[in-house]
């Protein structure tokens, strides 16, 4: 099998976008632009890849693979010099081929990649371009045919005279190439154009110069050339995310009666009659079982969730959600948090780096942090369980069929256990026994006529 690898462009930097991040951290559906093309190389079968970033692309460099290259390109000197700049990761694969992507361009996806390279082997191409038939091709490279139809050269937009500007095949930004041709080809770029940069295009002259074939692959969806370049261009591009994949749940038998507001992120999975509802986000690594309800405006992110559970108005990040428990509305689980099966957890109750058992309660107004609760536990409203001293965290251990009351306060690290009760308005400082009632409040005191003689909000 020939060999292969990858150079993805992505040392632009955010001035346009006005963001003080390079241009390819900006997200569509909550993940990098360069994510989507590294997926992409991935889904593919490519491994070899080198990024060409700029001096300052340390967050960038942040989000690649362990073992992909980088390479520096410190002044913006056009495509070609891009390429230029990965010079000895091309040596190091001079036998093989290189597709040339952009950080930008998100839609790229396995299937263009790999299609592209077939035709490139086939016809014993020096280089190929993919190309998309677009219905406006204002500010992209136009395909110029020869009369027999084959590739003769790609003009820029702003070098182009307006017979050349009539044409709607566009270079995508795409490019196989042979190793060793790319080498030799980058040495001839000059900035002889209108915009004074080395542009990678120009190899396409260079190539047909030397007696080399240079080929055109035709993307089937013109969606593989968009990038974006501001901000109203990267609401396009999620605007175009989003709607696939409203199209790919709704074709995996997903109810979303109405669409607004709802994200879905592309790897989230949902499974058969759940109802996604209005202004419900989904985030990356998100699982959520059959027959569930989701939403409305609920947010959940990498966390798996079973089947037949009710999430409303609520957001949960780094759990896992038992089958036919209910949530919400306006409760929030944080991360680390396991929630068992049949569990009601309703308003107002924030769950944190806790176990909840099954069939356990946890009505109202009440914050879990650090605690482990077993099964058919009553949870009353107001409860706390006070995890943090200042310095340390302490975990609350509440035994099976347990019932704590109102406003009870459990100091950590407490253990109540299975069966007992505490009750309304106690703080918990020691270990309750088994079917023990724990009671720490102060006795109550009336002093007589008090509040008429001193009472600040007596009515006179």
């Not at 997926?39 to 073992?67: F, K, M, N, W, Y």
Request: aromatic share 4%.
């Amino acid at each position: 099998m020939e060999k292969t690898c990858a150079v993805i462009l992505a040392a632009g930097d955010g001035k346009r976008m006005k963001s003080a991040h390079s241009k390819v951290l900006c997200q569509v559906l909550f993940k990098p632009m360069i994510s989507w093309v590294l997926d992409s190389c991935r889904q593919a079968g490519i491994s070899d890849l080198c990024v060409v970033v700029s001096d300052h692309g340390q967050e960038v460099e942040q989000l690649l693979p362990a073992g992909c290259a980088t390479a520096v390109q410190r002044e913006r000197k056009g495509t070609g010099h891009a390429m230029l700049m990965a010079a000895d990761f091309l040596r190091q694969h001079r036998d093989g081929h290189v597709i040339m992507l952009c950080g930008d361009a998100p839609f790229v996806d396995a299937q263009t990649i790999q299609g592209a390279l077939a035709q490139h082997l086939e016809q014993g191409n020096a280089l190929t371009v993919v190309a998309a038939q677009v219905e406006d091709p204002t500010g992209y490279g136009r395909i110029v045919r020869d009369g027999a139809g084959a590739l003769a050269a790609i003009v820029e937009h702003r070098d182009a005279d307006e017979a050349v500007r009539a044409i709607r095949e566009i270079n995508s930004g795409v490019m196989w190439f042979r190793c060793d041709f790319l080498l030799e080809a980058l040495e001839k770029l000059t900035p002889n154009n209108a915009q004074g940069e080395y542009y990678i295009t120009d190899t396409v002259a260079i190539a047909l110069a030397m007696g080399r074939r240079a080929g055109v692959y035709l993307a089937k969806s013109a969606d593989v050339v968009l990038g974006a370049n501001d901000r109203q261009g990267l609401a396009k591009l999620n605007r175009i995310a989003r709607q696939r994949q409203l199209e790919r749940l709704w074709a995996g038998g997903v109810n979303i009666p109405l669409e607004d507001g709802i994200l879905i992120a592309p790897d989230v999975q949902v499974g058969e009659d759940t109802t996604i509802l209005p202004g419900t986000i989904l985030g990356e690594g998100t699982v959520i079982g059959k027959g569930c309800v989701i939403g409305p405006n609920s947010q959940i992110s990498h966390s798996v969730i079973g089947d037949e559970v009710t999430v409303q108005a609520s957001v949960l990040e780094n759990c896992q959600v038992g089958d036919k428990t209910r949530l919400g509305p306006f409760m929030h689980v944080r991360p680390g948090s396991i929630i068992g099966r049949d569990v009601k957890i309703g308003n107002f109750v924030e769950i944190k780096n806790s176990v909840i058992g099954d069939r356990t309660s946890v009505a109202h107004l009440t914050y879990l942090g650090d605690s482990d609760l077993g099964t058919g536990v009553n949870v009353g409203c107001g409860v706390v369980t006070a995890n943090y001293d200042g310095a340390n965290k302490f975990r609350t251990t509440i035994g099976d069929g347990a019932f704590i009351g109102c406003n009870t306060n459990l100091v950590a690290p407490v253990s109540v256990g299975e069966g007992a009760i505490t009750a309304a308005g106690t703080t918990v400082t020691q270990d309750v026994p088994a079917d023990a009632l724990a009671m720490g409040r102060a006795r109550q005191i009336n002093k007589e006529n008090w509040a008429r003689e001193k009472g600040k909000y007596h009515k006179r």
